[in-house]
């Protein structure tokens, strides 16, 4: 069960380790301050427009994201394909739990992490101030995936249900999930902590766990041992932030031009991943380490149901986590979500029509 501390607390862990974690980061870029519109109005801050063609110097920044998961296609492609590069940034990727990437994020370490939208306000909510500048995960990625023999959700009473870790992603997915059949996830099944969702995917491989959020690849090996979909959260596309673009407030106001290549390289990286099948499903073998083309193929017909056109960010990817965190004694109730969130760059991108062009 989440103890309606347990939130609070990790948010307090992840500013003292960010604190512990080397040096703070130094300013990276030129900026060139600029004015433009949003369209939901977050914060609108950055449209470049023609100040955008200038030629600038190659920039490093470094780029954490938690796991290998299907979502983070659009992220390998960018780097992978050469699209970050093109567009003047010189990008590692670092994989970095996700209890720790916020904290990474906070002490310099990283300049960007790939984050859930629930670590990202509980963060912000202790004390950081972070920006999440897109989302190329708008919608719940998942299946809650049950063994054979529970049927209807009703059957998840009394049985064991996993997730990554309280307050994460996956625990705001599962509630919502069990609370849609009038399953109170606090009395009704046992939440239970595996630490990640490759962890997930073994429980409930192994029957360690009676079901738990999942998606392709490790969501057909699943189905291949007799389990099943019992509620499909990715069909119903519900909006939730699940992969958050999220820097520092204090790099994206110092270092607008550079954070806007990066969301321009996002945009027509989606571009490529929702058109070239086969440089894709390559990209997803070699991530996955993985010769089976069966299994990258479907995962990538899945991904293509779940990615939206352009990241935005919105307020209604929030919803969901407010309403959880603030169940469990989160002091979110007075947290503005909108101030969190900045449209202006996936705006601009869109204005500039950013996409992807086969060379």
């Known amino acids: 069960m989440w103890k309606a501390n347990s939130t609070r607390a990790g948010a307090a862990a992840v500013l003292l380790a960010a604190i512990l974690i080397s040096a703070c980061s130094q ?67 670092q994989q970095i739990n996700s209890s720790t990437s916020i904290a990474a ?22 004390g950081a101030d972070l920006e ?14 049950a ?17 990554s870790q309280a307050g994460s992603s996956s625990d705001i997915a599962t509630r919502v999930a069990l609370r849609r059949f009038n399953l109170d996830p606090n009395t009704d099944v046992s939440i239970v902590p595996v630490g990640s969702q ?10 360690a766990i009676d079901a738990g959020l999942d998606n392709p ?30 820097m520092q407030r204090s790099f994206v106001e110092a270092n607008p031009v550079v954070v806007q290549r990066y969301v321009d390289s996002l945009v027509e990286a989606l571009g490529r991943v929702k058109t070239d099948r086969a ?25 293509l149901e779940y990615m939206s056109d352009l990241p935005w960010p919105t307020t209604d990817q929030f919803t969901d986590i407010v ?18 969130l900045v449209t202006s760059f996936v705006q601009s991108a869109a204005d500039r029509k950013v996409t992807y062009t086969a060379s």
């Not at 994020?105 to 202790?126: H, K, P, R, Y």
């Not at 990209?283 to 017909?301: E, I, P, V």
């Open 323 to 340: 309403a959880q965190l603030q169940s469990h004694g989160e002091a979110v109730s007075q947290a503005d979500v909108s101030k969190l």
């Open 27 to 93: 300013p990276v870029g030129q900026a060139a301050p600029a004015t433009g519109a949003a369209p939901t109005a977050p914060v609108a801050r950055t449209k470049l427009g023609t100040a955008y063609s200038e030629t600038v110097a190659r920039t490093k920044l470094v780029t954490a994201y938690s796991e290998t998961v299907f979502n983070n296609l659009p992220l390998w492609t960018a780097k992978e394909s050469g699209i970050f590069e093109k567009n003047g940034l010189d990008v590692e990727l």
């Open 198 to 207: 490759s962890n997930r995917t073994a429980a409930l491989l192994s029957g």
């Open 217 to 246: 690849p490790g969501a057909l090996a699943q189905l291949s041992q007799g389990l099943h979909p019992l509620i499909d959260m990715a069909g119903e596309k519900l909006p939730t932030a699940n992969n958050a673009v999220v």
């Open 132 to 145: 999440v500048v897109a989302v190329t995960g708008g919608y719940y990625p998942y299946w809650l995936m």
């Open 105 to 126: 994020l906070l002490s310099g370490q990283v300049q960007v992490t790939i984050a859930g939208g629930s670590e990202t306000l509980s963060a912000n909510v202790a």
């Open 147 to 163: 063994q054979a023999n529970i049927t209807r959700p009703e059957e998840l009473k009394g049985k064991k249900v996993g997730i």
């Open 279 to 303: 440089y894709s499903v390559q990209l997803y073998k070699k991530y996955f380490q993985t010769d089976d083309d069966d299994a990258m193929n479907k995962t990538y017909d899945f991904m």
